[in-house]
């Protein structure tokens, strides 16, 4: 997911860097990932550090020369409930107590998507540029940059930038009032390698930096400077995978992997370690795609928040996603269309940082 205090990526930090390869992006899928990023960054970084198992990562064996790239337009349906991300709807601008978990919100929104690739003659380097708002369950959008190379039969090295955006609550923790919202930007870079030396083997790290634009949590509470800086949520973030990827036929892949992040936010009452494990699965038929993912992680925060008598946020999260894509639909072979659900859940110690997401997506795209 991306850095989601509390509920998947919606608490404020990043999570992984989504890198997209060709095939990936020409299926379009929407909401899993086999590098480890990231539901909402507990959840959000496990949502996006899976957020796309067999896509972002996938390794595409044929490369044409020259440029490609594809369109598309999907529509997203969600249900969220966050205290700390500004939604859709807004319904949550104003909370009356920090002792219950937040109120769900219902929203639709459209998912434009794109991408654009070079493939450099005679080198096996493709260059990449994309826009993946689909990963931010609508709610901001991801620029990926960068290349990848296929070192023959030593396997599928992917390298990339990526920055994103998110409206979040300056002061999440404010009561009877309406709150205001800032902006939450992520950079960062990531490095992937799919079958490493030949091998089933594959491995992914990324790193990201973390800025908010106006941080004031506890202000309302009237919370000591002091302990004021100890819920800031700007600073750092690592995410790492290590996988392997079992091909049960020739139609059939089925990943196990461990995934870790570490959060160094510079509030020690919001930094956290999270390890756990994921598995993706992925199927191929003719112009049938079928990708689904499942992750299971524990997250554990370095101090105690002190607006909750020093108990500290540690969570269970769980994150379900399936994606079926079908290339070729109305006889056009460049055009495909997807179909996505999504179901993550953060069962946090403070009922404040608990955390849900469902979703449905659906959408076409035009390969170029």
């Not at 990231?38 to 496990?46: G, V």
């Not at 595409?60 to 500004?86: C, E, M, R, T």
């Amino acid at each position: 997911m991306k850095q989601y205090y509390g509920v998947f990526s919606f608490a404020g930090g990043a999570g992984r860097t989504a890198i997209p390869s060709r095939q990936s992006e020409r299926l379009i899928i929407s909401e899993q990932k086999r590098q480890g990023s990231p539901l909402m960054k507990k959840l959000a970084s496990t949502l996006m550090m899976m957020v796309a198992p067999g896509l972002v990562w996938a390794a595409d064996a044929a490369q044409p020369d020259g440029w490609s790239g594809s369109i598309g337009l999907g529509l997203g349906f969600y249900q969220v409930s966050s205290n700390f991300v500004k939604s859709q709807n807004d319904n949550r601008k104003t909370i009356t107590t920090l002792n219950q978990q937040p109120a769900s919100d219902d929203y639709a929104t459209a998912l434009p998507r794109g991408s654009l690739f070079y493939s450099i003659p005679g080198s096996q380097t493709q260059l990449f540029f994309g826009l993946a708002p689909v990963e931010k369950l609508g709610l901001g959008s991801a620029l990926q940059l960068g290349a990848r190379h296929r070192f023959d039969d030593q396997g599928l090295l992917t390298a990339g930038f990526t920055y994103d955006q998110q409206e979040v609550w300056t002061d999440p923790y404010a009561l009877n009032v309406a709150r205001s919202d800032t902006k939450l930007k992520t950079s960062g870079f990531g490095v992937n390698w799919d079958g490493i030396l030949g091998t089933g083997v594959t491995a992914g790290v990324s790193y990201n930096h973390i800025t908010l634009g106006q941080e004031s949590s506890g202000q309302a509470a009237g919370l000591s400077a002091a302990d004021q800086n100890r819920l800031r949520r700007s600073g750092s973030s690592v995410d790492a995978q290590l996988g392997y990827a079992f091909k049960l036929d020739g139609s059939q892949t089925l990943t196990p992997a461990l995934i870790y992040g570490k959060n160094n936010a510079d509030g020690d009452a919001m930094r956290f370690k999270r390890a756990g494990v994921k598995l993706d699965y992925e199927w191929k038929a003719g112009a049938n795609v079928l990708q689904a993912s499942l992750a299971a992680t524990k997250t554990r925060y370095d101090a105690g928040n002190p607006l909750f008598a020093g108990a500290k946020a540690d969570s269970s999260d769980l994150l379900a996603s399936a994606t079926y894509i079908r290339n070729g639909i109305w006889g056009y072979k460049p055009v495909s269309a997807y179909a996505s659900l999504l179901y993550g859940k953060s069962d946090s110690d403070i009922a404040f940082f608990y955390g849900k997401v469902g979703a449905v997506n659906v959408g076409v795209s035009y390969n170029f």
